[in-house]
């Protein structure tokens, strides 16, 4: 069974950094799109970085210059570099892939259980 499981969140200070990764486990075919989203309370989830199989990357205005989304494809690993973390990025991140199990011959979306990023002012 494919699944996306996510690390690296925490309590960080205004300035400070933390790096989330996402690995999709199982048996898997292809990776298309992986992603990060992420929700704060009482607001909607937006995307917050988006990285395609074409190598295009995509931020939300909010976090250019400060957050850096890489892919390890030999690892089905996303990661999330976020940098002067301001404590309006606290959320829950989700990390989302578009993804091809074996077996299949559709792509289907897989959603990450999310990881809590709080930071302080």
């Known amino acids: 069974q494919v699944q996306l499981v996510e690390s690296g969140g925490g309590l960080v200070q205004a300035g400070g950094s933390l790096r989330l990764s996402c690995a999709a486990s199982g048996s898997i075919f292809s990776i298309n799109a992986m992603s990060w989203y992420r929700q704060a309370p009482g607001k909607q989830r937006e995307l917050v970085a988006a990285?395609?199989?074409?190598?295009?990357?995509n931020y939300v205005d909010s976090v250019k210059g400060r957050f850096t989304i890489s892919r390890d494809n030999a690892k089905n690993t996303v990661y999330l570099q976020m940098n002067s973390l301001k404590p309006e990025d606290t959320a829950v991140y989700y990390c989302?892939?578009?993804?091809?199990?074996?077996?299949?011959?559709?792509?289907?979306?897989?959603w990450g259980q999310g990881t809590q990023v709080t930071v302080s002012s």
């Open positions: 989302y892939a578009s993804l091809r199990p074996s077996g299949r011959i559709y792509y289907s979306d897989y």
């Open positions: 990285n395609t199989s074409g190598g295009r990357i």
